[in-house]
């Protein structure tokens, strides 16, 4: 079988070139081939050796996600549904604005965390992705997108807030950030790249010492009594623990604030009182928010807080210094939007199966 060189970071491709017999800088070159140039045909690698091209085309190839579907939405967005293998597919999608590219991608096949707001948490969870899988949708997307008139890529920045929680796949999930932020692949500065967490805590360390990138943090509730229903990762690291990791998390990170994502739930989390609470909350955790209007989906029973709702909530936030952005929703028209994605998974949990019987 051919090793799939998309699932080597720099570190693992020198040693797979040590493994062949030919000096480590060959990384770097295959590097620039296939990440900067996005170049899949070792044939066209023109700095290379011959008898290397062809001791490669033998033994490796160039292969991401295959493309199942593709969507565009009205406002521009684009997704795509990739196949992953065994019955599962995931989704990235393309939200394109004026002075950048943003592509969301996906670390999991489904979620096991079942987030009670997230289509993709009710889909259960199947398995964590690969490199390859990972950052073959960034290099999927940059090749269905092309460049832009300067020659660069027109994805400027990545986060990783599709489908699965990327800390329950840390190990394959920092080798797709150190590509995305290898000179000799993409490039990407630190604060372009942002990895989206629920709040596993201990990954949360890790990632601050051996990758730190910018962290956005799901919140969605201003206590744990509320967060442990929304979001059940709670009652494992409750939110005095979360909160105290974001403020070590900012010793290192490239930027000087921890974004908070709060997803707006009517009746629910949206009340003045609520943002009075959040404020007391992170008084001492350098922050912004981003609050993101509920985007519905089969099955659910929530509802999107009020246009009114959601600017009394933000004002109050803004009273006290906190800088609060509403989130523009992007491609709801081909459910593209936050906590929308939901691909096909495999269900390991069984947990699409007792949503079905308590449905019946």
Not at 24 to 50: N, S, V
Not at 192 to 200: K, P, W
Not at 303 to 318: E, G, H, N, Y
Not at 334 to 357: E, F, H, P
Request: hydrophobic share 40%; aromatic share 8%; proline share 5%.
């Amino acid at each position: 079988m051919q090793q799939n060189l998309l699932d080597f970071d720099a570190h693992a491709l020198a040693g797979f070139f040590t493994e062949m017999g030919e000096k480590p800088f060959r990384a770097r070159q295959l590097m620039r081939w296939i990440y900067r140039a996005g170049e899949p045909d070792f044939a066209a690698m023109t700095d290379i050796a011959a008898t290397l091209r062809g001791k490669l085309a033998q033994t490796a190839c160039i292969t991401p996600p295959e493309v199942m579907r593709e969507e565009l939405s009205d406002d521009g967005t684009r997704k795509w549904l990739l196949n992953v293998g065994t019955g599962n597919a995931v989704e990235a999608v393309y939200i394109p604005e004026a002075e950048r590219g943003t592509l969301c991608i996906s670390s999991q096949a489904g979620c096991a965390l079942n987030c009670s707001f997230c289509s993709t948490g009710k889909q259960g969870f199947n398995r964590n992705l690969g490199v390859a899988e990972i950052i073959g949708q960034l290099w999927w997307a940059n090749h269905q997108l092309g460049r832009d008139a300067d020659g660069n890529w027109k994805i400027s920045n990545v986060v990783m807030m599709g489908m699965g929680e990327p800390l329950l796949n840390y190990a394959n999930t920092v080798s797709a950030l150190r590509l995305m932020l290898d000179d000799h692949a993409y490039g990407l500065s630190r604060r372009r790249v942002t990895v989206s967490t629920s709040g596993i805590v201990p990954a949360m360390d890790r990632l601050r010492e051996e990758c730190p990138v910018a962290l956005a943090v799901s919140l969605h509730a201003p206590n744990d009594r509320l967060r442990d229903e929304l979001v059940p990762i709670n009652q494992k690291y409750p939110l005095k623990e979360l909160l105290a990791a974001c403020r070590r998390y900012l010793e290192r990170a490239p930027r000087d604030f921890i974004t908070f994502e709060y997803v707006m739930l009517e009746g629910v989390n949206d009340s003045v009182k609520q943002a009075r609470e959040l404020v007391k909350l992170v008084h001492d955790v350098p922050c912004k928010f981003n609050l993101i209007p509920f985007n519905p989906f089969p099955q659910t029973d929530y509802r999107r807080s009020s246009p009114d709702a959601i600017q009394r909530f933000r004002d109050v936030l803004m009273q006290a210094d906190i800088v609060t952005t509403t989130r523009r929703t992007r491609g709801d028209d081909i459910a593209a939007a936050c906590g929308q994605l939901a691909g096909q998974v495999m269900d390991r949990t069984k947990r699409t199966q007792q949503r079905s019987i308590g449905a019946a």
